[in-house]
């Protein structure tokens, strides 16, 4: 079974509010989830991490995250949309705190943003 | 401040040569990770490096493929007698220590004809 699992595509027009979902498992009390955005170059873009710890959803300019705790779900949440931010989107779990050395993806989610 | 380098960006090969990765991790991360990514697999962990020492290799295919850390700023992936399903788009990455955050390289595209 997947441990973190995301939706395959999705779309949206430009100014709009973008949310992506991912949910995961864990049974770990201390836990990282990131988000990365890959280009379409191939590259791979951090864009923000919430820990288990975090009392309050992280936020990294126009991007933030809802960390529902309880239900093993985050969702990134993209403000003012444009059409650059089209790419691949991936969650991915860290756990524990000191395996930094392998983090557990997602699928990744599409998002297609037109003008 | 330069972010984790990769070259070559593309490589053709012929099924049963050698190919060769290079990856110059961003100066100070003393993590250094090997991924493989593909559309059918998605992300594949392959192997990681902390201060050039390897510390997984659990993802790496046993035979063909071999990861090297001569020194902290550069790592190399090496897949002798490549197969068709080695194609792929490799990454590399680097981190601090302690730090869950992973910068990317772009990618080494390799394709085996």
């Known amino acids: 079974a997947q441990k973190v699992t995301q939706v395959q595509s999705t779309g949206s027009s430009q100014w709009g509010e973008v949310t992506l979902h991912c949910s995961y498992e864990?049974?770990?009390?201390?836990?990282?989830i990131l988000w990365y955005k890959q280009l379409f170059s191939g590259e791979m873009v951090f864009l923000i991490y919430q820990t288990s710890f975090d009392t309050q959803n992280q936020r990294n300019s126009r991007y933030s995250v809802v960390f529902q705790k309880s239900l093993k779900s985050i969702s990134l949440v993209i403000s003012a949309s444009q059409p650059e931010d089209s790419g691949t989107y991936f969650c991915a779990l860290s756990e524990p705190l000191d395996s930094n050395y392998q983090l557990i993806w997602g699928s990744g989610t599409k998002l297609i943003i037109k003008p | 401040n330069a972010g984790v380098i990769q070259t070559p960006r593309h490589k053709v090969t012929g099924k049963g040569q050698e190919a060769t990765l290079w990856c110059e991790p961003i100066?100070?991360?003393?993590?250094v990770f090997w991924y493989r990514q593909t559309i059918v697999q998605g992300l594949e962990f392959l192997t990681y490096?902390?201060?050039?020492?390897?510390?997984?290799d659990s993802g790496m295919p046993k035979e063909r493929f071999s990861a090297q850390m001569p020194n902290q700023s550069h790592s190399t992936l090496k897949i002798q007698s490549t197969q068709p399903q080695d194609s792929a788009v490799y990454l590399c990455a680097s981190s601090l220590e302690g730090s869950g955050q992973l910068y990317f390289g772009e990618g080494s595209k390799l394709t085996v004809l």
């Open positions: 864990t049974s770990e009390y201390f836990y990282v």
């Open positions: 490096f902390r201060n050039q020492a390897p510390i997984d």
């Open positions: 100066s100070g991360h003393s993590a």
